[in-house]
């Protein structure tokens, strides 16, 4: 009678004892060894067709769907993408003339980087016009750490004047905009969120 693995892996190995048997062998290896292995299926539908009855999914189970090149695992309850490991920064930013860092940190998940800079207005007042300002550079984030396919708008405010900013991919932190003037002493809260392409 096939007994399991040494690895406790619950795969049926066959025996020396056993009745010869070749396509029961490796019958029982396949059945062990492939709901353990990453299976490929064209589409989510085309895994549902395959994966019920004795075959339905079990907590752990992990499939590649070719249709949206996405590898997904089964959590007991539903497919999902498996959780990506969390990295975050607090050090690298360079602040530009005019200002002072009170605060920076960064975190990413798989693509998606969040990014929270607190700095200081330290030159003279940016005054503003209608909503606009004079296109002024505030910080630089540090590398790997910003935009990698276009420019990204983000926003900033102080509690009482907001507008808005830009980071393009050599990360440097641009105020565009704004609600009121900008004077020295203000703090500043900026906040941006993009997807990483590479």
């Known amino acids: ?35 353990r292995t990453v299976m490929r299926f064209a589409s989510a539908s085309a895994r ?3 994966l019920t009855g004795a075959y339905a999914p079990v907590e752990g189970m992990a499939t590649y769907l070719a249709d949206v090149n996405r590898l997904e695992v089964y959590d007991g309850a539903s497919w999902a993408p498996p959780p990506q490991a969390l990295t975050s920064t607090t050090s690298g930013l360079v602040v530009s003339s ?31 016009s209608g ?15 910003r935009p990698t396919h276009q420019t990204i708008n983000g926003a900033w405010d102080n509690g009482v004047v907001s507008g ?28 941006i969120v993009f997807i990483k392409t590479t």
Do not use: K
Not at 7 to 18: K, P
Not at 118 to 126: D, F, P, S, V
Not at 131 to 142: F, K, V
């Open 48 to 50: 549902g067709a395959a």
């Open 98 to 128: 005019g200002f002072s860092q009170l605060d920076f940190s960064a975190y990413r998940e798989g693509r998606t980087t969040m990014v929270d800079v607190y700095l200081t207005r330290t030159g003279g007042t940016i005054s503003e």
């Open 164 to 191: 808005g900013f830009v980071v393009g991919t050599d990360g440097v932190c641009t105020l565009r905009s704004a609600g009121g003037d900008i004077t020295s002493g203000t703090n500043m809260r900026l906040h």
């Open 1 to 35: 009678m096939a007994a399991p693995d040494n690895y406790g892996q619950g795969v049926l190995v066959w025996q020396m004892t056993d009745a010869p048997s070749i396509p029961g062998a490796v019958q029982a290896l396949a059945d062990g060894i492939i709901p």
């Open 131 to 145: 909503g606009n300002i004079a296109d002024t550079a505030c910080c630089t984030l540090p590398a790997g750490w």
